[in-house]
Antibody
């Protein structure tokens, strides 16, 4: 059974960089037609796509966050990571990592981590 | 403001049927498959429907999805109190080259 687990600081100061890692177990991070994504959810609000990465390193980002976001992958460690620069209180959210099935078309996020709350505060 | 539009809330009695709509446009729903997610508060979203109408293993057939043009619908029949949750639609937007979600619909089973 595929499992994803987010890890990283739960508190980040304004203007600093938020960094999270997602560890994948029970399956391959290099499987064909699967991307690995980050989605966030501010308290009491809906889901927001942050970005996604293929094992080759190909990435897609939310245009509204693109200038501040970097997603990277380390296939040897079966991990992918999120870096969000210059954070503000508006970046406070639960951050989820998830597997995205993308063959000829996007078929959604089928496996999710449990999520990790990141609070931006001084 | 979400790219995909959902009603904020729907409600129905146990045993009844409810439909949740998801409206988009050409570059997103009009050009790609739609997925639906169920999120019980405090937990991660769970994939309910993918490729417009397909169900992952373990999802009961009380949940069904459809798509027509630039809109999609999630139907839930035989409502149970355990179905109370937030429901989100999602797809890919080829204009944005990014994933997009609806704002979510809170289902109340009266």
């Amino acid at each position: 059974q595929l499992q994803l687990q987010e890890s990283g600081p739960g508190l980040v100061k304004p203007s600093e960089t938020l960094s999270l890692t997602c560890s994948v177990s029970g399956g391959s991070i290099s499987s064909n037609n699967y991307y690995w994504g980050w989605i966030r959810q501010p308290p009491g609000k809906g889901l927001e796509f942050i970005g996604t990465i293929y094992s080759s390193g190909n990435t897609y980002y939310n245009p509204s966050l693109k200038s501040r976001v970097t997603i990277s992958v380390d296939t040897s460690k079966k991990q992918f990571s999120l870096s969000l620069a210059a954070v503000t209180a508006a970046d406070t959210a639960v951050y989820y990592c998830a597997r995205q099935h993308y063959g000829d078309y996007d078929s959604g996020f089928d496996y999710w981590g449990q999520g990790t709350l990141v609070t931006v505060s001084s | 403001q979400s790219v995909l539009t959902q009603p904020p809330s729907v409600s129905a009695a146990p045993g009844q049927k409810v439909s949740i709509s998801c409206s988009g446009s050409g570059p997103n729903i009009g050009s790609n498959y739609v997925s639906w997610y169920q999120q019980v508060p405090g937990t991660a979203p769970k994939l309910l429907i993918f490729d417009n109408y397909k169900r992952p293993s373990g999802i009961p057939d009380r949940f069904s999805g459809s798509k027509s043009g630039t809109s999609a619908t999630l139907d839930i029949t035989g409502l149970q109190t355990g179905d109370e949750a937030d429901y989100y639609c999602g797809t890919w937007d080829y204009s944005l080259t990014a994933g997009v979600f609806g704002g979510g619909t809170k289902l109340t089973v009266l």
